[in-house]
T-cell receptor, first 113, second 119 residues
Framework: GQSLEQPSEVTAVEGAIVQINCTYQ??????LSWYQQHDGGAPTFLSY????GLEETGRFSSFLSRSDSYGYLLLQELQMKDSASYFC??????????????FGSGTRLLVRP | EAGVAQSPRYKIIEKRQSVAFWCNPI?????LYWYQQILGQGPKLLIQ????????DSQLPKDRFSAERLKGVDSTLKIQPAKLEDSAVYLC?????????????????FGPGTRLLVL
């Protein structure tokens, strides 16, 4: 089966850098996705890594190591609006025709002034 | 481009009553998903449609939940009868979904969700 592990909560100061880790176990692997969700809001797609390495999109970067079954989301120059929950997700590899995403339990990021 | 639309946004019912949720995906998106998100947890897939066919409903409690996607566009999710543990946010998402890894399926666009409270 599939499982993902990520820290439940992270606190950081405005302007700082924070890293949110995710380890996964899957029966088949296509790639690792990251979603952001503000309280009361909908999950919003942030990034997707299919290959090893770092992908940068503005202040956010995402890293993947397939050999270690590990990835992380890096948020730089933290802003108060970055306070939200961040979910890593993998595609269920059991069925080629299913695009089901398996989500982690989420990391709640609190940015303090 | 309009996003995924859902209604109602909030619903309070008593246990054993029935409830229905509606979703209109992004225009042209072939794949539609219904997720259940319990407070403090990640979304859990209930059912996935490709056009108007069901691809995956392995985690849908079929004794009480049903879903349909007529004409391959809008979709409805129904719970009958509701239980206390059904209290959650029900999220609808859509994606282009052309079946190729890394092209579309991992990028899902979520609607605002319906917050259901069962008393």
């Amino acid at each position: 089966g599939q499982s993902l592990e990520q820290p439940s909560e992270v606190t950081a100061v405005e302007g700082a850098i924070v890293q949110i880790n995710c380890t996964y176990q899957t029966s088949g692997f296509y790639g690792l996705s990251w979603y952001q969700q503000h309280d009361g809001g909908a999950p919003t797609f942030l990034s997707y890594n299919a290959l090893d390495g770092l992908e940068e999109t503005g202040r956010f970067s995402s890293f993947l190591s397939r050999s270690d079954s590990y990835g992380y989301l890096l948020l730089q120059e933290l802003q108060m609006k970055d306070s939200a929950s961040y979910f890593c997700a993998v595609r269920d590899g059991a069925m080629d025709s299913s695009y089901k995403l398996i989500f982690g339990s989420g990391t709640r990021l609190l940015v303090r002034p | 481009e309009a996003g995924v639309a859902q209604s109602p946004r909030y619903k309070i019912i008593e246990k054993r009553q029935s409830v229905a949720f509606w979703c209109n995906p992004i225009s042209g998106h072939a794949t539609l998903y219904w997720y259940q998100q319990i407070l403090g947890q990640g979304p859990k897939l209930l059912i996935q449609f490709q056009n108007n066919g069901v691809v995956d409903d392995s985690q849908l409690p079929k004794d009480r939940f049903s879903a349909e996607r007529l004409k391959g566009v809008d979709s409805t999710l129904k719970i009958q009868p509701a239980k206390l543990e059904d209290s959650a946010v029900y999220l609808c998402a859509s994606s282009p979904g052309d079946g190729l890894a890394g092209v579309g399926p991992e990028t899902q666009y979520f609607g605002p969700g319906t917050r259901l409270l069962v008393l």
